[in-house]
Each structure stands twice: as C-alpha cells, then as structure tokens.
C-alpha cells in the first residue's frame, strides 16, 4: 500500500504530455474522484473526439507488422474537437489535405491503476453496466494492476484520397450526423459512469464500515450472551436439588 500511494503521488505530479495538455472538461469530475481515493490513480483519458486525420499511403516495403505504427507517426491531425462539430469544419479540415484523409469518433477512454483486484473489479462492474463494453482489466508481470474503460461505438471513414473529396458532400453530411448522434450518446454514457461510479465507492465504504461496525457490535453481543448463559447455569447447578448428596456428578453414568 505504501509503494502504490508513494508511485501515485510522483505520477500525479508529473506534467500532463498529452496533445492537449490536459484533462478534458466533461471528465474532469471522474478523474478528479478516481484520484481522491488511495486505491486509484489515474494515467490516461479522453473524453471522446471527432478527427479529421490525414495520413499518407503505407510504404510497400514497410513491413505488415510495423506499418500501424509508422502510419500513426506519420498521422497529421486537420481537426480535432471533443464537442459535435459541423459538416462545414470538416469540409475545411478535408480542404487541407493532400494525402488520404479519415474521418473518426473516438469514444471515452479512461486507464486506471488500481491497488487491489478488488479495485479494478469494482470499476469494471460500473463501466459495464454504463455501457462501455469493451473495458477490461489486465495484471503485469510485476503485479501491476491496471483496469481501461472503453467502448465499441467507434466510427473510422475514409473520405479523401492524396487530397481529393471521394464522396459527395451529402455524404459528409450525413457520416457528420452519426458521428455527432455516437458523441451525444458517449456524454449521456459518461453521466452515466460518473453517477454510478460515485453511488458503488460511497456505497463500498460505507458498507466496509457498517460491516466492521456490525462485526464489533456481534462481538460484543456474543460475549455478554455467553457470559451470562454461563452465569446461569452455575445458578442452576448451585440450586438444583440432588438425588443424594445435592450435588450433581460431572458424568453421566
């Protein structure tokens, strides 16, 4: 517990070397909540985004099981926004391209480092049932405990080929409105995550609380039972009349 608080508190400290620089807005309250608890301690997050991402047509010697990562070094992003956007800011991002260019909802991602197993199984649950189906919790080699929120919602189109538009802009139009109607539904997800995440860690303490007070209370209602059984039984053996001498054996024969 000593290592994970002490890790925690030099990873909080760090600078932020994101893109942005920093935590979106919408998920600020559940980042700020996750690290307020010893147990949690979060690395990376994204509140969902659409991007218009121009990279350029994979080298043919590039090797199949390097060419994801040259293409992602060599991405140039045209637009970026975590909000719903409009068809006329994507036509624009799309004017600036001179290679391939996609079109992507990216949904909410969220990487927690967790204490215990425990901790990691609680987030786990939450995200579920808010709909983010897709997370997942693995465990390193040296124990390290680390539980990812994510979603299937994702949306990828290709709309432009070494700076020429593809498709016609009523078909923008339309991948626009989807995209907006993944982003909507990825918020109403996120509230969702965020208020249950809240209820199940007041829940988990309280009941951790209840529990040890319950169990004390227990104690201490067995110990004053047994004391007083015991008290009157030797008032029973004390005043009970015998056959003979008044005095009962210790077996029975």
């Known amino acids: 517990m000593a290592d994970f608080k002490r890790w925690k ?4 400290a760090r600078a932020d070397v994101s893109r942005k620089g920093s935590v979106d807005e919408p998920i600020e309250g559940i980042v700020r909540l996750l690290n307020s608890h010893d147990r949690f301690c979060t690395t ?5 985004r659409l991007v218009v991402l121009e990279q350029p047509p994979l080298p043919p010697s ?5 060419g994801f990562e040259i293409q992602k070094q060599n991405c140039s992003w045209l637009m970026v926004t975590h909000e719903i956007c409009t068809i006329e800011k994507v036509l624009t991002a799309l004017q600036r391209a001179s290679d391939d260019a996609l079109f992507k909802f990216e949904p909410f991602v969220l990487h ?11 987030l786990h649950k939450v995200a579920i049932e808010a709909g983010f189906r897709n997370s997942g919790i693995t465990v390193g080699r040296k124990g390290k405990i680390m539980m990812a929120v994510r979603s ?3 949306l990828e189109v290709p709309l432009s080929r070494k700076g020429k538009l593809m498709v016609s802009e009523e ?10 109607q993944k982003m909507e539904e990825n918020q109403r997800r996120i509230d969702r995550f965020y208020s249950s995440l809240q209820f199940a860690l007041e829940n988990q303490y309280h ?10 209370k227990s104690n201490a209602m067995h110990y004053y039972r047994r004391i ?3 008290a009157e039984t030797q008032k029973d053996e004390c005043h009970s009349p015998g056959k003979n001498s008044g005095l009962e054996s210790d077996h029975e024969t």
């Open 171 to 180: 078909y923008v139009d339309f991948v626009v409105q989807v995209a907006n």
């Open 112 to 122: 927690v480092q967790c204490q215990e197993l425990q901790d990691a199984q609680l």
């Open 228 to 230: 007083k059984k015991s």
């Open 9 to 12: 508190e030099q990873r909080l």
């Open 207 to 216: 009941s951790s609380s209840l529990s040890f007070e319950e169990k004390e």
């Open 44 to 48: 990376s997050s994204c509140s969902g």
């Open 62 to 66: 590039a090797e199949a099981t390097t």
């Open 152 to 154: 299937t919602h994702c």
